[in-house]
Structures are given as structure tokens and as C-alpha cells.
């Protein structure tokens, strides 16, 4: 009784260090990652859907949701990167991320025609090029759910 009364305190202290280890921050950012997977293997995978959803986003009020979305992103990683598996490379990618949502609604004041030229530009060379847009995508979500996945609990011996 007293080797397993030993084991039960073990067990709780393992279970309450693993909540003190939870960051909702950091489950936001994996969870954000694991939708930036979904969009880029949908790219690889039909890159036809991610050509109706870029027709679609030639608007002013998309550039200024998606730049939001990406400063928002940008913002969780950098201050994710420190609980990451690699905070370095986490905190610049988030730099980086932040800049493009800035130049993202900064676009969409100032440089519409050119954005849409770009983009229709990017629709005509094919496939291919999409595919290639999409593995990209997929690749970036793929590293922050790498470096942003939860810790994972420790086994059970009850």
C-alpha cells in the first residue's frame, strides 16, 4: 500500500508539471500551423481550389484581412519562440511574417492594379507553379507545428 500510495503522489506531480507546461499562446500558434498545413497539402493536392480561392482575394478588404491574419500570425510566433523547439529560427520567421502583413495591407492601400497584375500573372504559368506555391506552404507549416507542438505527456503506470 505505501509503494503505491509513493506512485499516485509521482503520478499527480508528473500530471500537474505537464499543465504548468501547457502555454495557450503556443497551442494557438500550433494550431494556426496545422491550418497552414491544410492550406498547402490542398495546394499540392488540388491546386485548382487554391487558384478559385486567390481569384477570389483580388479585393482590397481580402488584402486587408489576410495582412491582419499574417501580423496576428507573426505576432504569436515571436512570442511563442521562446517555448519552441526552435526559438531563433521561430522569432525571425515571425519577424519576417509580420513585415509581409504590413506590406500585405500596405498593398492593398496603395498598389491594387499592381497585386492584381501579380497575381493573375501567377495564375497563368499553370499547375505546376501552384503545386510548387502549395509544397512551400506546406513546408512553413510543417516546421511550426514541428517547433510548436505540445509537449507530450508523460505515460501513465497506475
Known amino acids: 500500500m505505501f509503494v503505491w500510495g509513493r506512485s ?9 508539471q505537464w499543465q504548468r507546461d501547457e502555454d495557450p499562446v503556443k497551442n494557438l500558434a500550433f494550431v494556426f500551423a496545422l491550418l497552414i498545413l491544410a492550406v498547402g ?5 488540388a491546386p485548382s481550389g487554391l487558384v478559385w480561392a486567390a481569384q477570389y482575394a483580388v479585393t482590397t478588404g481580402a488584402f486587408y484581412v489576410i495582412g491582419a491574419v499574417r501580423v496576428a500570425f507573426g505576432l504569436v510566433l ?9 526559438p531563433k529560427t521561430l522569432r525571425v520567421l515571425g519577424y519576417v511574417i509580420v513585415i509581409a502583413g504590413i506590406a500585405t495591407v500596405l498593398t492593398g492601400l496603395v498598389a491594387m492594379e499592381r497585386a492584381r497584375a501579380l497575381i493573375e500573372w501567377w495564375l497563368h504559368r499553370g499547375s505546376g507553379v501552384v503545386r510548387l506555391a502549395g ?4 513546408a512553413l507549416g510543417g516546421f511550426v507545428v514541428y517547433a510548436c507542438a505540445p509537449a507530450r505527456r508523460p505515460a501513465s503506470h497506475l
Open 41 to 45: 497539402a490542398a495546394g499540392v493536392l
Open 8 to 16: 499516485v503522489a509521482r503520478r499527480l506531480t508528473a500530471d500537474r
Open 135 to 138: 509544397l512551400l506552404v506546406l
Open 78 to 86: 515571436i512570442a511563442v519562440a521562446s517555448a519552441s523547439r526552435a
